[in-house]
């Protein structure tokens, strides 16, 4: 299964790369989702003794992890050396971590040594998510917990509209369908597999101010197939123009579609991990939830 269009690789982690010093002044939404991922945990009843935060940029998140679970070893993994260099800077002696620059598709761990993978709004970046789960169904414990956000198609809906209207090239990244992701994590073997959606929306002045902060955030057109050339002003002007078609109230929209997504490293006991009342359904059976 593809997960979000075949990606130039290489590209992602230059782009992320390039963005590591001011990544954190514009992730305001990639903050906001790794706060509630992370809240999702105490839902659940896990000892973890080794923690992989994949794709884990400036270390948020995995400072958070260690404070959670301090008798833990906590690895920060993520493609971009800058953002490894970046969390490395920001963690203090109390909250000490490993530090790996790694593909998520390939994962340098041994089989079965993993008790929680973290993964906040990465996976949208991988070109094959059935590679992605594959080996994160290796290198989990039985029983161990998967615990991910990746972005669904809503994402970005309107800039990817302005763009249609000006030429007929790949400017915004498509992303895959809970229902697909669902699929792949049970092709994959892990077990029980959970996935809700949520939406949320940023406002921008104009169309120029988000596209600088794409820019700052590393989230760049990773296509293979985008175009090479430089945006000229004509169609520049038509991307603007078709976005205005969104104004409201002043404001521009900038839609997100977050998937949210839990899933286990099988084991032949049946899972107790869920709070009284809580219970799974099958990802077949779940529709999008509007906000």
Known sequence: MSGSGIFDRQAVRRSFDRAAGAYDASALLQAK??????????????????????????????????????????????????????????????????????????????????????????????????????????????????????????????LRAAWSAADDGSHVSPFADMHLIGDGLTRAGLAEPVLDVERYTLTYPDVRKLMRDLKAIGAHNANADRPRGLTGRGRMAKVEAAYEQHRRDGVLPASYEVVFGQAWGPTQEPRRSRRSGEFTIPVGSIGRREA
């Not at 809240?39 to 995995?62: F, W």
């Not at 993520?78 to 390939?106: H, N, T, W, Y």
């Not at 594959?134 to 039985?142: A, E, I, S």
Request: hydrophobic letters at 45%; one cysteine or more; aromatic letters at 8%.
């Open 33 to 158: 989702v790794r706060d509630e991922l992370l809240a999702r945990l105490d839902y659940v009843r896990l000892e973890p003794r080794v923690i992989i935060d994949v794709g884990a940029g400036t270390g948020h998140a995995t400072r958070a992890l260690k404070d959670r679970y301090p008798g833990a070893t906590v690895v920060a993994l993520d493609l971009a050396p800058g953002m490894l260099r970046e969390a490395g800077r920001r963690q203090r002696l109390f909250r000490r971590f490993s530090r790996v620059c790694a593909d998520a598709a390939r994962l340098p761990f041994a089989d079965g040594t993993v008790d929680l993978l973290f993964s906040s709004l990465t996976l949208q970046w991988c070109p094959d998510l059935d590679a992605v789960f594959q080996g994160f169904r290796k290198v989990l414990r039985p029983g161990g917990l998967l615990n991910f956000t990746t972005l669904g198609p809503g994402t970005l809906a309107e």
